[in-house]
């Protein structure tokens, strides 16, 4: 009998698992998406669903009555709610749990980071320091800088923000990466970026950005990664699959 897989995805590499899990014969795969974005990373294979679970609980319900068997929380490094709820309800279940977090980028030479623990930190960095700033965090994150009348931001997001959402001064692009070196080296020289802010999410569909700051000697602040669960860690898909291989 197949063993059922719950993955928690919205990420590239929760689509590649997805594509390689659902080659083993013995599994079953689910993915879940939160369906923030209007056009999410959706897999081609499995079945997929759609929407929030209700918390710890309710994916505890989910995980039972589905039935679960593996859980793997694919999710973006900066998911910590969910990624909090699935440890939570993993235990509750006695479900087999793995997170798969991709490796945060790290300064090389020639970068010139500020490290800030959060957004509201990001923005008072900026202060008084800042006039043309490129800002990639997402839209979920813009309010934290809709008070820093003095700086104009270019702001890149795959949708735009809620209505009635507090937003800088400044312009929006909506798009999604991957984004090649001379597009977003093209893109700091054009609007004249003094200071990009980013989440140090990892990977490389948006690290063009990190390798053009650097040739253009322009600040990052960068935003680190908010604490993760102490569960059983792989870095990348193969060491999910031989996770999987191992549970079956």
Known sequence: MKKRLLILGGTGDAVELAAKASQ?????????LAGRTKQPLTPKTGTVRIGGFGGATGLAEFLRCSPIDLLIDATHPFAAQISANAAIAAVECNVPHLMMVRPGWEMVEGDRWIEVANHSEAATALSGQS?????????????AFAGLDAIWFLMRAIDPPAPNTPVPNGKLLLARGP???ADERQLLLEYRIDTIVSKNSGGAATYAKIVAARELGIPVVMVQRPPIPDVEQVADVEGAISWLVEQL
Do not use: C, M, N, Y
Request: charged share 20%.
């Open 24 to 32: 083993i014969a013995d599994i079953e795969v689910i993915s879940s």
């Open 131 to 143: 006039q043309r700033v490129f800002l990639t965090i997402g839209r979920q994150e813009l309010a």
């Open 179 to 181: 984004f090649s070196l």
